[in-house]
């Protein structure tokens, strides 16, 4: 899949960040949707799918580990990616042990979340492939008996 059919969620209340996060994956053909809050992330991953989601891990109406819980529950297959200016390993092992398939520490350089965006949506592409094969392979067994 090209990149421009890739769609990811932003979420941080620091306007600043979305904006360049925004800016740093549209580059690359990605559409991107931002949120400032866990409710309007939630509310937003209701009516629109997202292949992946950058959560900051300190929003102002719940933590990002909450809304990381809440997002994993409804959307298992979406990739989420903790983003924290607050580096520590606690909240790292928290957020892996509550789903997040990666943790990002602030500041995010352009390249560091570019290689980790591209490596998760590769690895989430392999995964779709090996779990269509599977049920292609199921129905042809199955067609055959």
Known sequence: MRSGEKSILVVDDDETVLLVFKEILLSKGYRVDTAKTGTEAIEKSKTRYYDLVLLDIRLPDMSG???LTRMHGAKPKMVKIMVTGYSSLDYAIEAVNKGADAYLTKPVKPDSLLK???E????????????KEKVTKYIETRTEA
């Open 65 to 67: 580990t909450e809304l």
């Open 116 to 118: 980790v965006v591209e």
């Open 120 to 131: 998760k949506m590769r690895k989430q592409e392999e995964a779709d492939r090996k779990t």
